[in-house]
Structures are given as structure tokens and as C-alpha cells.
């Protein structure tokens, strides 16, 4: 208990004192300002500013998370080739598991400051048809819904290096816009870049339309199933490979 606590330490010490901090507050900075101010004048109704803001974060999401997996698999390559991980005096386990709750954690802080912030200007600007308790749950969904996405991610870069990475997460963003339109009725809840585009959609009839939400209630409800289930099987896998985990030997790059 005592390596774990002090791996996720350590863990926290090298994201916090690093370009990767930086990315989690610039971003979500840029994404409020540019889209508060374009909301001050648009003519969008409050319900389309609300799903065109989280549809523009979520498919974002994809490649903002291979961006900050992969600046921290850079630093640790960097850091004697992985000398942190295969020579910590606790099992690569733990020490994986450490540096993905450190990511994870600084990507949580950026998805509520990003949703939950833009819904503090939103209520400024007057928009306050809905309470700003619906931005905090939001901003929490976010997040859930791209926690598979984030293990996966985090596999791929530790695995194969930097280039393919930012391709898959690049990937991942243009399958998020591609996956909420109907072409991907049917089979969109075994893609994990469809979870955020479709459940978020989803959840938002739900709050802002209920006769709409009506007729996709069961797909909602489907696709929430099958992303816990395969989110489950993701987390076993990430114990397995980072127990096999060998530093450069799976490297493309």
C-alpha cells in the first residue's frame, strides 16, 4: 500500500511539474473563450448552444487525450528510457496504474473546468433556462464517457510511440463526428469514440426534450450497458499488458 501511495505521488509530482499541466488549463481556456464569444452574438436558441458546445468537446476529446498520454510517454522515455517504470521498486503495475490516475485525474480537473466553467459564463451571459448543477453533471459524463478511451490511449502510446498515438487519436476525433449521424445506427456502442457523441446526445434529450429522448431510450440504455461492460474488459487488459509490459520492446517509433 505504501508503493502504490507513494507511485501515484510521484506519479502526480512529474504531470503536475510538466508542459502536461499546462495543456489541461490552456485548452479548456481557449475552448470557453472562443465559444462564450461566439455565443454572445450567434442566434443559436439555448438548447442548440448547449448541444453544439459538448458535441465540439467531446470530439476534441479523442485526440486532447492522445496529446497529454503521449507527452507523458515522452517523458518518461526521456526519463533514462523508461528507467522509472522498469526500475521502480514496486511492479510495473503499479507504476502504470499510477501514471494513468495521475492523467486521468488532470483529465477529469479539465472536463469540469471546461464544461462547468463554460456553464458559469453561459449563466452570465442570461442564459439560465437550465440549472448550472446540469454543467457539473455534464462535465462529469464527459469525462466516464471517454475513461475507455483514455485506457485504451494509454496503451497504444505506451506500446507504439508517439506517431501512432496522435493518428489514432486524430482517428478518434473524426469517428466522433462520423458515429453520431444514423450511418452508425446499429453498431456505434461497440466504438468507443461513440460512446461520448451519442450518450452526451443522448442525455441531453433526455434533459431538454423528453418526448425526443422517448425514441431513443433504448439505444441510450444499450449503449450505457455495453460501454461499462467493455470498459470493464479494457481496465483487465491494461493490468495485463502493463505487467508485460517491456518498455521499448513494442516500439515503432
Known amino acids: 500500500m505504501n508503493n502504490f501511495t507513494h507511485c501515484i505521488q510521484s506519479s502526480f509530482y512529474k504531470v503536475l511539474h510538466s508542459r502536461i499541466l499546462w495543456l489541461h488549463i490552456i485548452v479548456p481556456v481557449l475552448g470557453i473563450s472562443v465559444f462564450g464569444g461566439y455565443f454572445s452574438y450567434s442566434p443559436w436558441g439555448e438548447n442548440d448552444k448547449i448541444f453544439g458546445f459538448i458535441q465540439a468537446v467531446i470530439v476534441a476529446f479523442p485526440l486532447m487525450i ?23 521498486p514496486y511492479s510495473k503495475i503499479i507504476s502504470h496504474i499510477g501514471n494513468f490516475i495521475a492523467i486521468s485525474v488532470l483529465g477529469l480537473c479539465a472536463s469540469i473546468f471546461t464544461v462547468f466553467g463554460f456553464g458559469i459564463i453561459f449563466h452570465l451571459m442570461g442564459y439560465t433556462a437550465y440549472p448550472i448543477t446540469l454543467f457539473l453533471k455534464l462535465s462529469l459524463l464527459v469525462f466516464a464517457l471517454n475513461f475507455g478511451v483514455y485506457i485504451i490511449q494509454y496503451m497504444i502510446s ?37 460512446w461520448g457523441i451519442r450518450i452526451s446526445a443522448y442525455y441531453l ?49
Open 66 to 88: 492522445a496529446i497529454a498520454v503521449s507527452m507523458l510517454d515522452e517523458q518518461e522515455a526521456n526519463a533514462g528510457n523508461y528507467h522509472g517504470i522498469l526500475a521502480a
Open 158 to 194: 505506451f506500446a507504439f510511440g508517439k506517431g501512432i498515438s496522435l493518428g489514432f487519436g486524430i482517428m478518434g476525433t473524426l469517428l466522433s463526428c462520423l458515429l453520431y449521424y444514423g450511418l452508425a445506427d446499429g453498431f456505434w456502442q461497440y466504438i468507443p469514440f461513440g
Open 205 to 253: 434529450f433526455k434533459v431538454t426534450n423528453p418526448q425526443a429522448f422517448n425514441t431513443v431510450m433504448l439505444d441510450y440504455r444499450a449503449g450505457s450497458l455495453t460501454m461499462i461492460i467493455m470498459t470493464v474488459v479494457f481496465m483487465v487488459c491494461f493490468v495485463i499488458w502493463s505487467k508485460n509490459w517491456q518498455g521499448q520492446r513494442y516500439k515503432s517509433e
